[in-house]
C-alpha cells in the first residue's frame, strides 16, 4: 500500500531563496514535523503545533497531483523542505515518482537521520546546527551520512550549509568545513526575526549581516572554498510563507 | 617572451555577486578593453577611456604576485571580468599559472570571440546582450563557442546567463535558452542606474525588479530549467567600485 506523507504547504513555482542552487525555479513541498527545535527556527508551525489542522496526508501520488493542480506544466524542479523531511523513512516513494516525471528534486535536512533515498536527490543541502540553534549537533550520525553520500560517488550533488548568527556560529561553521573539506560549503546568514512584519527594516538588517558575514569570511584564511549568501526570499518578501 | 595584459583592478577577497558561483569567495582581476558599448554597461570605465591612467600592462607572474600582495592566504579562486578579458588571445599564460597554483578561475565573456583557453576555465560564464543593450548578438559565433565547448565536454563549467530589462529582453533569453537547453541558464536583474549614490533607493528598485523578473519566470512554461537572480553585490554596496 501506498504511503502517506504529512504535507503542510505545496506551493510555486517561485525561486529557492538559498543554498546550492539559490535562484532556482522550483515548486515547494513542506512536510510536517522536526526533531528539532531550534531557537530561531523559521518554520517552527512545521512542528509546534500551531498548523496541526493544516497538515494532509497525502501518497506521492496526491503530492503530486497537487503539484500539477497548483504549478501546471510551469516547473521541473521540485524542492522538499520541512520540518525535518528526512524522518519520513518512505518518501523515496515520491522521489521515485519525480524521477519518473523527469523532474529534479531538491531536499534540506539537518543531518540529524539517514535516509537510503539520500541518493535519489540532485541536490540535497545537509545544514547542521549551529550553537545559537541551541541544538547539538550529533557528529557521529554526521560522519555516517557523509560517508555514506561519498562512497556512492553523491558528492556533486551534496552541499553543506550553516547559518551563522554570530562568531560563535562561524567557528562552529569553520569546523564543520574543516571536518568535510571535500563537499561544497554555504554559509547564510541568519534570521533574527522571523516575526517582524516590519520588511524594509528587516531587509536593511540582513543586508548589514551578510555584508559582516562577508567580511568574516574574506578576513580567514581557513574559509577560502565557501559560499557566502542571503535569504533571497527573505530580502523580497520579508517573513511572508508560501512565496 | 611573457606576454601583458592590461589590467586595470586586482581586489578582494569578497564574493561573487552573480551568475553560477553566486556567492563564492573569491578574488577580482578586472582587464581592459571591450569590443561592444553597451547601453548599461556598468564597467564603461574598462572601455570608454575614463580609466586609462590606471592600466596596468602586467604579465602572468605579475597578476599572481598583485594577487598575493592584497589576498595573502586568503583566497583559491580568482574571478576574471572586464571588460572583455576575451579579447586577450594569450590569457591562457595566466589561467595556467592559476591552475598550477590550484586556484579555481572564473570567467565572464560576452560571447563574441572564442579562445582556446576557455576549456581551462572552472566557471565560465557566457553572458549575451540583450536588446535592451543596443548590441547585437552573433549567434554564428556563439553557436560555434558554445559547440567547441560541448564537443570538449566542459558544459558542466559553463552558464549562459542573461540580464534583463525588460519584456524584450525575456524574449530574448527565453530564444537563448531554447537554442542551448543543454547548458545551465541564468537570468538576471538589470541595474538600470549605474551612477546613482543613493543606495537605499538603488536597492529598493532592484528588489522590486526581481520580484518581477520571479513573476514573469513563473508564469512562463519555457524558462522551467532557470535560475533567476540579483546583483549581491549592488544590494549591499550600490555602485561601488572595488568590493
Ligand atoms: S531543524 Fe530546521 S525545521 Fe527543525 S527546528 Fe531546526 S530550523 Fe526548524
Ligand atoms: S560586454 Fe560587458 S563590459 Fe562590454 S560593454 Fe557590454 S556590459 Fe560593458
Not at 69 to 98: C, M, Q, W
Amino acid at each position: 500500500m501506498a504511503s502517506k506523507f504529512p504535507v503542510l504547504e505545496v506551493f510555486g513555482p517561485t525561486v529557492q531563496g538559498e543554498g546550492m542552487v539559490v535562484g532556482q525555479k522550483t515548486m515547494f513541498v513542506r512536510t510536517a514535523g522536526c526533531d528539532y527545535s531550534c531557537s530561531w527556527c523559521d518554520s517552527a508551525f512545521t512542528w509546534d503545533g500551531s498548523a496541526k489542522d493544516d497538515i494532509k496526508q497525502l501518497t506521492a501520488e496526491e503530492i503530486w497531483n497537487q503539484l500539477e493542480e497548483v504549478g501546471g506544466d510551469r516547473f521541473r524542479h521540485v524542492t522538499i523542505s520541512g520540518g525535518n523531511p528526512a524522518l519520513l523513512k518512505n518518501l523515496g516513494e515520491f522521489t521515485e515518482l519525480l524521477k519518473k516525471k523527469e523532474v529534479k528534486v531538491a531536499l534540506e535536512t539537518q543531518g540529524s537521520r539517514y535516509q537510503p533515498w539520500f541518493l535519489e536527490i540532485d541536490d540535497l543541502t545537509i545544514s547542521p546546527k549551529p550553537p545559537s540553534s541551541l541544538m547539538k549537533t550529533d557528529f557521529h550520525r554526521l560522519d555516517e551520512i557523509i560517508n555514506n553520500l561519498r562512497e556512492a560517488g553523491r558528492l556533486m550533488h551534496v552541499s553543506l550549509k550553516v547559518v551563522i548568527f554570530d562568531e560563535e556560529d562561524l567557528r562552529y561553521a569553520t569546523n564543520v568545513h574543516k571536518r568535510y573539506p571535500d563537499v561544497s560549503f554555504y554559509v547564510q546568514v541568519g534570521n533574527h526575526d522571523t516575526a517582524t512584519l516590519d520588511d524594509a527594516a528587516l531587509k536593511d538588517a540582513l543586508l548589514s549581516k551578510y555584508e559582516w558575514l562577508i567580511d568574516q569570511v574574506s578576513a580567514s584564511n581557513e574559509l577560502n572554498h565557501v559560499r557566502v549568501l542571503p535569504q533571497l526570499h527573505t530580502l523580497v518578501w520579508g517573513n511572508k510563507r508560501g512565496v
